[in-house]
């Protein structure tokens, strides 16, 4: 049987996060995906910013720094440039990652830094109670959006492709054993790679949005989430309000540690 407990800063328990809150699934198979790369638990580094997402490595016993609300991509740019031997994994809520740290995002697909980023993408502000974020679906309630949301939403799988990240993947919490490979896939990439993990969030978003339950959000997740190869033979109509999941971005492209080696002739 797989032992957790190795992984986790026991003293940190109880987490927390909500009873069925899809963020357990994530850090299970975040663990497990560690675990059969073979990382030294002392050579890994996990980076988030704020929110409940972002609570994942206070958890994790690994190195790990909690930084500011959407700046954890530059802190865990700091540490891989200063010691590019680490793993380095970058985690993060939706708002954390493309409200406040939209910035970084782009700029780090831009460059191509040899860093992957996992997002937690609920489609809302779960920590400070279901505020609207820029992946909130037109329609949608929120604590901010009471007659529904007005603003259209990012989607933001295809943000960092067309910002230049060089591997982007996406599936969902339901997906949970697909979630553990794409992980390993993208942990591994050389270059900057983003897996948008698709996430309920019961209490922020669930109970204003006709899905109270945990599993009315996995279910949703299971009917909507179409794996890419199916999801590119379907009509438009077909994919009305459905999303496709899997590796949907792959390049081989310099990443910047090898541009910047190259450049001040250490490669
Ligand atoms: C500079 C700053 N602004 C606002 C906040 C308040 N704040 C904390 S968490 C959060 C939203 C987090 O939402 P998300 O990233 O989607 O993560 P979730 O909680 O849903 O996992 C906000 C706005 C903050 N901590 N710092
Ligand atoms: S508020 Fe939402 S995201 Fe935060 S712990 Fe609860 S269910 Fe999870």
Redesign the pocket.
């Known amino acids: 049987m797989f032992n957790y407990d190795r992984y986790l800063r026991k003293g940190k328990l109880p987490h927390?996060?909500?009873p069925?809150?899809g963020?357990g699934i994530i850090f299970k198979a975040m663990i497990r995906a560690i675990d059969a790369l073979g990382w030294d638990k002392n050579e890994t580094v996990l980076a988030s910013g704020i929110g409940?997402a972002s609570r994942l490595p206070g958890y994790a016993d690994f190195n790990t720094i909690h930084t500011t609300h959407g700046r954890s991509i530059p802190f865990a740019t700091g540490i891989k440039l200063a010691n590019p031997k680490l793993k380095v994994v970058v985690m993060g809520g939706d708002g954390d990652m493309s409200a406040i740290g939209g910035n970084h995002l782009i700029h780090a697909c831009r460059r191509n830094i040899d860093l992957p980023l996992v997002i937690f993408n609920?489609n809302i502000y779960?920590?400070t109670g279901g505020q609207f974020s820029p992946t909130t679906p037109i329609g949608k309630k929120a604590t901010t959006a009471p007659y529904g949301m007005t603003e259209n939403a990012f989607d933001i799988s295809a943000l960092s492709i067309a910002a230049g990240a060089s591997f982007v993947a996406r599936v969902t919490s339901f997906h949970a054993k697909q979630m553990e490979e794409l992980m390993k896939q993208a942990f591994q990439h050389k270059g900057f790679s983003v897996l948008e993990i698709i996430t309920g969030?019961?209490?922020?978003y669930g109970r204003r949005n006709g899905q109270p339950e945990a599993a009315d959000q996995l279910e949703w997740q299971r009917a909507h989430g179409i794996p890419k190869l199916r999801y590119e033979k379907m009509s438009s109509e077909e994919r009305e309000g459905k999303f496709s999941i899997g590796v949907l971005h792959d390049e081989e492209k310099p990443s910047y540690l090898e541009t910047y080696d190259k450049a001040v002739g250490l490669a």
């Open positions: 927390i996060w909500c069925g809150c963020y409940c609920n779960g920590m969030c019961p209490t922020g």
